[in-house]
């Protein structure tokens, strides 16, 4: 019973941040900007689709490249695992990695 009552409180306090809102539009990191600011590249995953990228030296974001429809692109715009494009630009922040 003990362990049910732990379970159901963290449950319950894990939930509290999901109702928090968050401006996913802003960059919230050493050099804050709008996320309009930075340079996509793509992506290839291994099964050949899509995916935009963007390096800011110390965060990195990535998400699927859609057609309008919601579909997957799979463009071959690079071979599979390799990224391409401007990604890393739009930060003074050097990438160490």
């Known amino acids: 019973m003990r362990l049910i009552r732990a ?4 449950a319950a306090l894990g939930g509290l941040g999901a109702c928090e809102a968050t401006d996913k539009t802003v960059d919230r990191g050493i050099d804050s900007k709008d996320l309009s600011q930075l340079k996509a590249g793509i992506w290839v995953d291994p099964t050949g689709c899509d995916h935009w990228i963007i390096d800011d030296g110390l965060e990195g974001y990535l998400s699927a490249r859609l057609d309008p429809s919601g579909k997957p692109v799979c463009s071959g715009a690079a071979p599979p695992g390799v990224a391409t494009g401007p ?5 003074q922040i050097v990438d160490a990695i």
């Not at 379970?7 to 963290?10: D, E, N």
């Not at 990604?87 to 930060?91: E, L, M, N, R, W």
């Open 7 to 10: 379970i159901a409180l963290v």
């Open 87 to 91: 990604f890393k630009k739009g930060s």
